[in-house]
T-cell receptor, first 111, second 114 residues
Framework: LAKTTQPISMDSYEGQEVNITCSHN???????ITWYQQFPSQGPRFIIQ???TKVTNEVASLFIPADRKSSTLSLPRVSLSDTAVYYC????????????FGKGTTLSVSS | NAGVTQTPKFRVLKTGQSMTLLCAQD?????MYWYRQDPGMGLRLIHY???????AKGEVPDGYNVSRLKKQNFLLGLESAAPSQTSVYFC?????????????FGEGSRLTVL
């Protein structure tokens, strides 16, 4: 499984765009990249998933360069409610794989 | 839809006691996982299951046993609880074969071992 590396923490202000980068140098050909958000005392919840280039949904964008050795989660115009821990998860499109999370990035948004 | 339900949500044990955490999902998911999360730390995979009757070890399996007798249920057992097992336990499930697939998590079970 590809090991992931993220910044431990990031600070931002309301209304700013936040970009969180995840490094996964040994990503395999059949690996997908998935980001999760976790609030205190809750289980993580899915944000976005991608394989290459750019993926966008109603809450975030995911940018993946051609070599796929890193990915960037982009949160547009963050608010106080975006304060959470964000995890990057890399894993293959195949049955029965252990899904190993990294340490995550704690994002703190201030007013 | 209830999604992923964990029982109990809170439990206090004495060292050496045993207990079982139940995870139930109503989404007909093939895969189920048990994670633990210590204060201020990330999620660590304990055991997982790729289908009824199958289980596999994750990153930190020692001191835990699991069973998947029914597709919708995944049980995590502690035979002899230790203070080091004080943690929040999360169960998750997902479908087969859709990338890593969206993992659906339960609300967590907070276990304290005295």
């Amino acid at each position: 499984l590809a090991k992931t590396t993220q910044p431990i923490s990031m600070d931002s202000y309301e209304g700013q765009e936040v970009n969180i980068t995840c490094s996964h140098n040994n990503i395999a050909t059949n690996d997908y990249i998935t980001w999760y958000q976790q609030f205190p005392s809750q289980g993580p919840r899915f944000i976005i998933q991608g394989y290459k280039t750019k993926v966008t949904n109603e809450v975030a964008s995911l940018f993946i360069p051609a070599d796929r050795k890193s990915s960037t989660l982009s949160l547009p115009r963050v608010s106080l409610s975006d304060t959470a821990v964000y995890y990057c998860l890399v894993g293959p499109n195949q049955a029965g794989t252990a899904l190993i999370f990294g340490k995550g990035t704690t994002l703190s948004v201030s007013s | 839809n209830a999604g992923v339900t964990q029982t109990p949500k809170f439990r206090v044990l004495k060292t050496g006691q045993s207990m079982t955490l139940l995870c139930a999902q109503d989404m007909n998911h093939e895969y189920m996982y048990w994670y633990r999360q210590d204060p201020g730390m990330g999620l660590r995979l304990i055991h997982y299951s790729v289908g009824e009757g199958t289980t596999a070890k994750g990153e930190v399996p020692d001191g835990y046993n699991v069973s998947r007798l029914k597709k919708q249920n995944f049980l995590l057992g502690l035979e002899s609880a230790a203070p080091s097992q004080t943690s929040v336990y999360f169960c998750a499930s997902n479908l087969a074969g859709a990338g890593t697939g969206e993992l659906f998590f339960g609300e967590g079970s907070r276990l304290t071992v005295l």
